[in-house]
Each structure stands twice: as C-alpha cells, then as structure tokens.
C-alpha cells in the first residue's frame, strides 16, 4: 500500500477486530454460526474457530504491505496505487462486517436476516471488483490471472475492461434479486452470474491471445 494513512488504516480495523473478538470471546456460546446456506441452513462450529475468520485480518494486512514488494511487476503497482488501496480498505471492512454477523447471531440468534445481509455484501463486493478490475494493471497477485493475461499487456487491459463490466453485472443483478427474490433463488443467480463472468473473461483472454498471435505470425 502506496498511501500511509490507508496503511495505517488497514493495520488499526484488522486490530480494532481482534480487540473487540477478545472482549466478547468469553460470553460466546461454544458452539457459533459459521456459515449460512442460502436456504437459511446454518452450520455451528466451536467458537475458537472465531480466531481463524479474526485472523485473517491482520494477515491479509501484511499481504496487502508485502505483495507490491515482491511481485516481479511491482512497478505497476504505482500505477494505480490509490485503487489498491482501496481494494484492500474494502476487504479488510467486508471480514469485519461477517465478524459482526457472527458475534451478533451468535449472541441474539435471529436478529439479523442473515442471509439477504451476506447476499447484499457480496453483491457490493462484486460492484468494488467491477469497479478496481479495470484499473488494475499487469501482476502476479491481482486481477484476472490466466496465462495469456500474465503474457500481453493488451490482452491483460482488454480482459480486465471486460471482466470490470461483467463483474459489476454480477452486483447489480445480485443486488436487485436480493431486494426482490427469496435468498436461495439468489443465491443461485449469484452463483450462475460469478460461475458465466468468470468462464467469459477466461475464454476471451485465450480469443484475444490468440488473435494476438496471429498477427505476429507465431
């Protein structure tokens, strides 16, 4: 991360989060929600495994700090350093915010409408990533990472256009069937969406790739 005050950031939520799990941790019950079908199913776990989700927070931080540095593209990083940033402010709230849903059915079972909340969260996610796709350029860390991206920096610009407009598809259509259908049907348009984006960035890359090659004679 190029900006130190998102740096600073990024490192103060992953420590706000563990704070407040070793507050709360001992009036958690032993056994707490850890994941949620779209049909409303839940799956309990031992509250330890808490520990792992608040983890990754602190984790990913130092990630964001060190793949910039290591990456054999790190130039490229500048050039769009305040998207990156960004991306990764973005993803450390998205963990904090299931943490929180966590706790919160943890502590008052069915409260909170679980599902349509993770729902809305993931279709916001996948509006950031339509969004930061298109800026991003080149590397071995971020983006759409296929062998004839990581080959040409054309094909890499055309598929991240591509996959920033399908991807931001995928959050819109998400949002607007979990505003309007029951959740599993949304979960499955959610699924179909991600499932079909993804399949056409990667077919569209080996097009363009190929195309490419053509032209030079290989």
């Not at 940033?85 to 079972?109: K, T, Y």
């Not at 809305?120 to 796709?133: A, E, Q, V």
């Not at 991003?136 to 040409?152: D, R």
Request: some cysteine.
């Amino acid at each position: 991360m190029k900006n130190k005050k998102l740096r600073i950031i990024n490192y103060l939520i992953a420590a706000s989060v563990l704070a407040a799990v070793g507050i709360i941790y001992p009036r958690l019950p032993e056994q707490i929600p850890a994941n949620w079908g779209f049909d409303g199913t839940v799956t309990f776990e031992a509250k330890r495994s808490i520990w792992m989700i608040a983890g990754m927070l602190p984790l990913f931080a130092v990630l964001f700090d060190l793949m910039p540095h290591i990456d054999p593209r790190r130039g490229n990083y500048l050039k769009f350093s305040r998207f990156y940033d960004g991306f990764c402010i973005g993803i450390q709230l998205f963990l904090a915010i299931v943490i929180g849903i966590i706790i919160s059915e943890s502590l008052f079972p069915g409260r909170l409408n679980t599902v349509k909340i993770i729902l809305l969260l993931l279709s916001l996610m996948f509006l950031l990533i339509g969004n930061y796709l298109p800026k991003i350029q080149s590397n071995f860390y971020m983006g759409i990472k296929t062998p004839w991206t990581l080959s040409s920096d054309d094909v890499w610009r055309k598929t991240h256009r591509l996959g920033g407009k399908l991807y931001a598809a995928c959050g819109i259509l998400t949002l607007l069937s979990t505003l309007f259908l029951p959740s599993d049907v949304s979960g499955i348009v959610l699924l179909i969406l991600v499932f079909a984006s993804t399949l056409a960035v990667t077919l569209a890359s080996w097009i363009w790739w190929r195309k490419e090659q053509e032209k030079s004679g290989r």
